[in-house]
């Protein structure tokens, strides 16, 4: 799957449950929100080890947490998981995001 940054793409792996389907889905997210939350990314910040976590906001206006980490091949990334934002957390969030300068 790829995932258009920009002029640029980033191709996009998804962790697989032994089933065979996207661990993701445990959480109700489909792997096109996760697209657009990544492109529609309102934070990033580095999680432990090589893993980062985004938060994004979907065109349906979800917000996902996704946890994802460069792949191990080097072109573009691995998602780890991906779960729709707790309201605490959205809560902080919006403040963190009306502190932000412009």
Known sequence: MLLLDGDQTMRIRFHTDPDGTP???RHNVQTFEVIEAMDRRLE??????DSYVAIGQTKS?????????????????????????????????RRRLKRKPS
Request: avoid cysteine; proline fraction near 5%; aromatic fraction near 12%.
């Open 23 to 25: 661990h993701l889905y």
């Open 44 to 49: 990033t910040i580095k999680g432990r080890l």
């Open 61 to 93: 206006g979800r917000y996902l947490k996704i946890i994802y980490s460069p792949a191990n091949d080097g072109d573009g990334i691995f998602v780890i998981t991906a779960y729709e934002l707790p309201a605490k957390q959205l809560r902080a969030l």
